[in-house]
């Protein structure tokens, strides 16, 4: 298609690369980082999916024998993982000599809670702004690449559209590209963004089980839960 309009010969997608002009390269470095952004959080997402079903139900058959030596050593084995981390922050708290530190663990848990969420965010932001500034990039290169074209006509004082259609066409390689660039980015934030919301449920009501059992175990020197979302 491309070929037939850019003079009638078949066109290499290299040289439908260099028909777009320097918005390509933009728009290259554009797709670059968002499919490195893309594989980046599905192989964390992946990998986050398998341990906190892992570490849940260890820490849950520890905590219900009140094992809490193990606890802290099976947060200390899965260091980095969130319901760890929320978990170490409650134990920490709660065995604190300062009676401030035993009555506010909840809050802090959920202070903690919240921090992490955000982490679990990381450069999906990356994604959404690839996708509303691509296709913008994409068509400033037409326009110039237009521009180019009739300012082309004009010094050589010929006219009619077989004159320009050959610009016109490679000018809009750039609008193409940046289309496809963000419709991926689009595509890839909306899914993220759908697996981030459901992780940030999971850690939630696997940390109120904890707090649950730890509630119980240590009597009233535990606050409640926090239960914001």
Known sequence: MFGDAIGGNST???QLVKHGGM????????SVVGWAVIFERILRFRSLSRSLRSFHLEAMNALLRQEWDEVKKLCERNDGLPTAELLKTALDRIQAKDERLRTSWAEAVERRRQMLNQELKKNLWLLGTIGSSAPFIGLAGTVVGILQAF???ARKGAGGFAVVAAGISEALVATAAG????VVAVVAFNALQTRWSAFVLLIRIQTEEFAEILGASFGKQTGKPGQQG
């Open 12 to 14: 290499s997608l290299w």
């Open 23 to 30: 918005t390509m390269l933009p728009l290259a470095i554009c």
């Open 151 to 153: 300012g082309e006509m």
């Open 179 to 182: 289309i496809i660039v963000a």
